[in-house]
């Protein structure tokens, strides 16, 4: 007897089940997940070990099986993107401004800097240097830049948050160093542009040319990249110069509650960025020398980061908003310094 009557009657068994709701069992799916997280230029690589510690975490802890996805370039150009329709659920950006600008086109929450600690800065840094083996040129602070025998790379601070950290830090060095004389500090930064060989649009263009291309004396970046520059490239073959006074570097965070919401990521969006104050992300970053506020880790790594001065952007420029305003919009003073 042909065995297709009993597959008939199984399978007309099984649809008078299903509509039944009764009898059979089918095993539970894992609901598929995907997160795309907003970046700046130099946080490829640590981002690609955050990431697989948060998805195990999440999926530890929730039926779902998560895909997290970058999206990496200078932080103004990634909040451009957003506005122009880029789907990120997250932004992790290197200067408040970036974020600001989502928050102003209603994409990120008004009050998005109360919502998590420390200004919703999970990490930060400093501006530092990286020179070649031996400091050929003696560098030790920013009065040495200056100098006519010194050559400069760092990011174009009208495309790179990065960039606009080096240019604030400068100036702010400089007003302590001459008394506020405005003068004296104009002419400071008029030769300490002046030495800048390239302007790359982001931190990584920035290390391809100094490294890469060998172009250059000093690379300016954050203290974090400049680190990991060393120990990514030879740590026999550069040093690292962390000026005895810099700007405090926040690296600001927000949910983007508009795609999150449809997406369906809300609550994993916040999970997200409330991971980067755990203990482990905090190891983790302070292992890609980012400074961090854990207090266990920071003792833990107390001996890495050297003390220096830090001022904040507040203090000397009166906020983001003046600074950008003031220094970076068009015909401002980066325009007029730059100037022959």
Do not use: C
């Not at 530890?60 to 370039?73: E, F, Y």
């Not at 420390?118 to 830049?145: C, H, M, Q």
């Not at 990584?204 to 400049?226: H, M, P, W």
Request: net charge negative.
């Amino acid at each position: 007897m042909s065995p297709l009557p009993f597959v008939r009657r199984t399978f007309t068994a099984s649809i008078v089940a299903a509509g039944l709701g009764i009898g059979l069992v089918t095993p539970a799916m894992a609901a598929e997940r995907e997160l795309l997280n907003s970046s700046y230029d130099i946080a490829r690589e640590l981002f690609a070990e955050i990431n697989p510690a948060f998805k195990e975490h999440w999926e530890a802890n929730h039926d779902d099986t998560l895909t997290i996805k970058q999206s990496h370039g200078g932080s103004s150009a990634q909040a451009r993107a957003i506005l122009q329709g880029l789907g990120a659920d997250v932004v992790t950006y290197n200067q408040v401004t970036d974020v600001q600008v989502l928050a102003d086109a209603g994409l990120v929450a008004e009050d998005w800097q109360a919502q998590l600690p420390n200004n919703a800065s999970p990490y930060y840094s400093t501006t530092a240097f990286l020179v070649r083996k031996g400091n050929p040129k003696g560098i030790e602070s920013w009065a040495d830049l200056a100098r006519e025998d010194v050559e400069l790379v760092f990011p174009n601070p009208k495309t790179s948050g990065n960039g606009r950290y080096t240019y604030l830090a400068a100036w702010g060095a400089a007003e302590r160093a001459f008394d506020g004389d405005e003068q004296k500090v104009k002419d400071f930064m008029r030769t300490f542009l002046g030495n800048v060989k390239v302007f790359d649009t982001g931190g990584r263009g920035a290390t391809t040319s100094f490294i890469e291309r060998g172009i250059g004396d000093v690379l300016i970046s954050f203290e974090s990249e400049v680190n990991n520059i060393r120990q990514e490239y030879g740590s026999d073959d550069y040093e690292v110069i962390v000026p005895p006074v810099s700007i405090l570097a926040e690296f600001p965070v927000a949910v983007v509650g508009e795609n999150a919401e449809k997406h369906g990521n809300t609550e994993l969006a916040q999970d997200y960025l409330d991971y980067l104050y755990s203990e482990e992300a905090q190891r983790i970053l302070a292992g890609f020398n980012y400074r961090v506020h854990d207090e266990a880790v920071v003792e833990e790594f107390s001996d890495q980061f050297p003390e220096t001065e830090l001022f904040e952007v507040q203090d000397v420029f009166g906020g983001w908003d003046q600074a950008m305003e003031t220094h970076f919009e068009s015909g401002g003073m980066l325009d007029q310094l730059q100037r022959r």
